[in-house]
């Protein structure tokens, strides 16, 4: 029997057993056997076990209460199921993979420095002329294969835009199915990694086409100057 049902079958005793005990005279009534029967005192017993079971329902509400209480704070404890950081990593070494692999000149500070001393930074008068064709030669060198890196950096980042979209449909779809605070924190946590990723790509495509661009300005420059330098001879040795 479920309990709203006990519950007003109790009810309905108790009911009867009240106008039981109006009706009956308030002295002691004998039944069968000779045993005393006390109507009073029977509904009263009646009264206190329905008191008890009010206060055991009271408290099955209680625990019922507690029980959904710690369901829900589980729930907002249980980690994200789904993590795409693996990937976002994978795709940033990728990238930084491409950048290690600059020709010639690398994107270090000492290396540039070399290069340009060598090369860009001035023309030396004293320098043969098959010297300074193979400076220029190197100059040439040198862009060529700083626009090939920048077109190889910019297939990667494009690449990588494929893999944003299912990382991102892979996110967006674990957040939406979020039972707890903390999933729907961590959820947010991998679409700032995801855009963090993208920013990088960003980072190192913009690099690389500044430093192509860089390069083809240097050797532009010292193009003009060896020019003038050649020029210069040219004359001399004309003898005007």
Same mark, same amino acid.
């Given at each position: 029997?479920?309990?709203?049902?006990?519950?007003?079958?109790?009810?309905?005793?108790?009911?009867?057993?009240?106008?039981?005990?109006?009706?009956?005279?308030?002295?002691?009534?004998?039944?069968?056997?000779?045993?005393?029967?006390?109507?009073?005192?029977?509904?009263?017993?009646?009264?206190?076990?329905?008191?008890?079971?009010?206060?055991?329902?009271?408290?099955?509400?209680?625990?019922?209460? /507690? @029980?959904?209480?710690?369901? $829900?704070?589980?729930?907002? !404890?249980? +980690?994200?199921?789904?993590?795409? =950081?693996?990937? #976002?990593?994978?795709?940033?070494?990728?990238?930084?993979?491409?950048?290690?692999?600059?020709?010639?000149?690398?994107?270090?500070?000492?290396?540039?420095?070399?290069?340009?001393?060598?090369?860009?930074?001035?023309?030396?008068?004293?320098?043969?002329?098959?010297?300074?064709?193979?400076?220029?030669?190197?100059?040439?060198?040198?862009?060529?294969?700083?626009?090939?890196?920048?077109?190889?950096?910019?297939?990667?980042?494009?690449?990588?835009?494929?893999?944003?979209?299912?990382?991102?449909?892979?996110?967006?779809?674990?957040?939406?199915?979020?039972?707890?605070?903390? /999933? @729907?924190?961590?959820?947010? $946590?991998?679409?700032?990694? !995801?855009? +963090?990723?993208?920013?990088?790509? =960003?980072?190192? #495509?913009?690099?690389?086409?500044?430093?192509?661009?860089?390069?083809?300005?240097?050797?532009?420059?010292?193009?003009?100057?060896?020019?003038?330098?050649?020029?210069?001879?040219?004359?001399?040795?004309?003898?005007?």
């Amino acid at each position: 029997m479920t309990r709203p049902v006990l519950r007003r079958s109790l009810i309905a005793g108790i009911a009867v057993l009240s106008l039981t005990a109006v009706s009956a005279p308030a002295s002691a009534q004998f039944g069968f056997g000779g045993i005393v029967y006390d109507p009073t005192n029977y509904a009263q017993n009646v009264l206190t076990a329905a008191r008890t079971l009010q206060q055991i329902n009271n408290q099955i509400q209680q625990i019922q209460q /507690q @029980a959904t209480s710690l369901v $829900n704070e589980a729930r907002n !404890l249980a +980690s994200l199921p789904f993590s795409s =950081l693996n990937e #976002l990593q994978a795709q940033i070494q990728q990238t930084r993979q491409l950048l290690s692999e600059a020709q010639r000149i690398a994107y270090d500070v000492k290396t540039i420095e070399d290069a340009f001393t060598a090369r860009y930074r001035g023309v030396d008068m004293n320098a043969s002329d098959a010297t300074l064709i193979a400076n220029a030669r190197d100059r040439w060198k040198d862009s060529v294969s700083s626009f090939e890196d920048a077109l190889r950096v910019q297939a990667g980042v494009v690449g990588n835009i494929e893999g944003s979209q299912t990382a991102m449909a892979n996110i967006v779809g674990a957040s939406q199915s979020a039972t707890g605070a903390l /999933q @729907a924190a961590q959820a947010g $946590n991998q679409l700032l990694a !995801l855009q +963090s990723r993208q920013i990088a790509d =960003l980072t190192a #495509l913009i690099a690389a086409q500044g430093r192509a661009q860089a390069l083809e300005s240097a050797r532009d420059a010292a193009t003009e100057e060896q020019g003038r330098e050649h020029f210069r001879r040219f004359m001399k040795r004309s003898g005007q």
